[in-house]
């Protein structure tokens, strides 16, 4: 169904339908007071009238199908490649949990969590679930182990600038598993200071988990002053939520 071109002098004319062959009129736009609506003159038209007949109807509904079911495969294409490109790890890229869209939302307007338990109490299904939300509504999310990122932040200039720089001004950043790490330098300490710094004073939301409370993260992520600064910034940033129970890994196979 094209819009014929303007250049013709004259409204275009009927065409057959090519099913059963009745005569389609061109669809004529008519103004309030009835009056064929005109571009330089001409009754301005849009395409013809659809013909009612079945097969042309079916022809119509395939058609709308087909458009629907690549709309369909459009958009999980690009949620795929979004998931993939967050570093949500491949095992929790179907994570869900029932607390989930609670805290894509609340994260969303801005806040920050930090998710503590002991192991296997799924405390990393439930930030990855949240992130997946959060991707799902369009939102930047970059998931990364506290390891991998406070090791990158020792590695090559360009590389680290990269790293940080991502984790700094992504809407959403996860990081997992927070204090886990074992021997940080202290340079890397104080570059994941100024990354919850920056996320801080940009009210950008960080969603954390970790074994440990936030009471006592400090002394696990460093000696001295820059720890106590970081844990002091998640307390003032992050909604604190607890998991506990049985260890799920045991029953389900996921944290
Ligand atoms: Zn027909």
């Known amino acids: 169904m094209q819009p014929t071109t303007r250049s013709k002098r004259t409204p275009p004319e009927p065409i057959a339908c090519e099913h059963c062959g009745a005569m389609r009129q061109p669809r004529i736009v008519l103004r309030d007071d009835g009056t064929p609506y005109e571009i330089a003159g001409i009754p301005a038209f849009f395409g013809w009238e659809e013909c009612p007949c079945p097969r042309a109807e079916e022809e119509r509904r395939a058609r709308a199908e087909a458009e629907a079911r690549e709309r369909a495969e459009a958009r999980e294409s690009a949620m795929r490649q979004a998931v993939e490109a967050s570093g949500i790890p491949p095992r929790y890229r179907g994570a869900a949990h029932p607390w989930a869209q609670k805290m894509a939302d609340d994260a969303a307007n801005g806040q920050g969590f930090y998710i503590t338990g002991p192991n296997g109490t799924g405390k990393t299904t439930l930030a990855m679930a949240a992130g997946l939300r959060l991707i799902e509504a369009g939102r930047k999310v970059f998931a990364v182990a506290t390891y991998d990122l406070m090791d990158a932040m020792r590695s090559r200039k360009a590389e680290e600038r990269e790293v940080f720089d991502r984790a700094a001004s992504c809407h959403v950043l996860i990081l997992d598993d927070l204090g886990k790490e074992a021997s940080n330098t202290a340079y890397a300490c104080e570059r994941l200071f100024a990354i919850i710094d920056k996320r801080d004073k940009a009210m950008l939301p960080t969603i954390i988990t970790s074994n440990y409370r936030l009471?006592?993260?400090?002394?696990?992520?460093?000696?001295?002053?820059?720890?106590?600064?970081?844990?002091?910034?998640?307390?003032?940033?992050?909604?604190?939520?607890?998991?506990?129970?049985?260890?799920?890994?045991?029953?389900?196979?996921?944290?």
């Open 215 to 255: 009471s006592e993260i400090a002394k696990n992520i460093t000696e001295g002053a820059v720890g106590v600064a970081i844990a002091s910034r998640l307390a003032a940033s992050c909604k604190q939520v607890a998991l506990e129970g049985e260890d799920r890994r045991l029953t389900s196979g996921q944290d």
